[in-house]
């Protein structure tokens, strides 16, 4: 890091490149909420099918578990993307200074603490 300040052109760069890291995190937040709630509702549906009738063969893959895959897909999509964010961030952070704080780093965090809590609710009620 320079200690003179950044020129215009350098510092809209540097902006705009802050900004496509945050939307690059956004759209996998938005992904992996897709993916924990799929799996989420695919637990619930066979949970609520299975409920009205005795079934005769249990098939190969559970539903319960292909839901479980899919909540811990989300759950690992989230997690790696969060901390290429923040790799991301530290390396423009070394090359042109303090950035501000990251909205969608503080969303992914809360929304894996969700999807975390769908994982073990699924987990248990097997």
């Known amino acids: 890091m320079t200690d003179r300040p950044l020129d215009d052109s350098t510092r809209l760069a540097v902006e705009r490149t802050r900004l496509a890291s945050e939307r690059t995190l956004m759209a996998w937040i938005r992904t992996s ?5 799929f799996g989420f509702t695919i637990f619930k549906f066979s949970e609520y099918l299975s409920a009205d009738k005795n079934r ?3 098939p190969i893959l559970s539903s319960w578990l292909i839901g479980l895959i899919m909540i811990a897909l989300g759950l690992a999509a989230l997690t790696l993307a ?3 964010h923040r790799r991301e961030t530290k390396a423009l952070e070394a090359a042109a200074g303090p950035m501000l ?3 969608s780093g503080v969303m992914a965090g809360l929304i894996a603490g ?3 809590i ?3 609710l699924v987990l ?3």
Do not use: P
């Open 124 to 126: 248990l009620r097997h």
């Open 82 to 84: 969060w901390f290429q």
């Open 56 to 58: 005769a063969h249990q």
């Open 101 to 103: 704080y990251s909205v």
């Open 114 to 116: 969700l999807g975390l």
């Open 118 to 120: 769908a994982f073990v």
């Open 33 to 37: 909420i897709s993916l924990i709630a």
